[in-house]
């Protein structure tokens, strides 16, 4: 008879995506997780085959509270393009103070730290997962470029091509602030790189400059 959950699933998946997010993979042990958690191992065992599925069931759990939620409401249809990129950059910026504020540290993007270390067919699984919760959000940006694209606001003629440049931006733009430990390249380059990499600068100024 298996026994009932009273909260300690939860509290290894919320130990692991802390300290996942402020150390890495490699450094971070079953027993790191146990002991910060203060649970026993046994209940570790219990819930999760291993470090690997752990770390998994975290990413999915912060995709599904955080990312998801976050990109349907900025790429909802409320906000025409500019205002919708505007926005990408605000949440991405915001979010990673108030990191910030809550570990000391500057972490970026919790899967793009995990993936960064997922070398190898033993951690093929969390690295298929990574991918297409990255995929996921590329198909926010890839809808909304494709849309203006249409409407005449951009003029993309690759525009999976150019989803791509944007989420490598992004991404190099979130590993090089954990790596300097340090917001300042990120609030700096973020929103204009997305305005000049789509164009919006000579796209449609008047709307940038009220975004």
């Known amino acids: 008879m298996a026994r009932p959950d009273t909260g300690t699933r939860q509290k290894l998946i919320d130990t692991a995506t802390d300290l996942l997010w402020t150390s890495s993979y490699g450094a971070v042990s079953v027993d790191d997780i146990c002991n910060t958690a203060d649970v026993k191992k046994g ?8 470090k690997l599925e752990l770390a998994t069931t975290a990413m999915e759990e912060y995709y599904e509270a955080y990312v998801r939620p976050d990109m349907e409401d900025i790429f909802s249809e409320k906000r025409d393009f500019a205002s919708q990129i505007a ?5 991405i910026v915001e979010e990673q103070h108030e990191v910030r504020n809550r570990y000391g540290l500057v972490c970026g993007c919790p899967m793009a730290a995990l993936a960064s270390e997922m070398i190898g067919e033993e951690n093929a699984s969390i690295a298929a997962k990574i991918e297409e919760m990255f995929d996921n959000c590329k198909g926010y940006i890839r809808a909304a470029i494709a849309k203006a694209n249409a409407n005449g606001t ?7 091509a150019k989803t791509e440049e944007i989420h ?8 090089m602030a954990r790596i300097h430990n340090n917001l300042d390249g ?3 380059d973020l929103r204009p790189g997305l305005i000049r990499i789509l164009g ?7 709307t ?3 975004a």
């Open 200 to 206: 919006l600068d000579e796209a449609s100024p008047k």
């Open 43 to 50: 209940s570790f065992y219990h819930y999760f085959t291993s």
């Open 87 to 91: 926005a990408l950059a605000d949440s």
């Open 208 to 210: 940038l400059k009220t």
């Open 186 to 188: 990120l609030e700096r």
């Open 168 to 175: 490598d931006f992004i991404t190099e733009l979130m590993i």
């Open 154 to 160: 951009i003029h993309i003629p690759d525009v999976d």
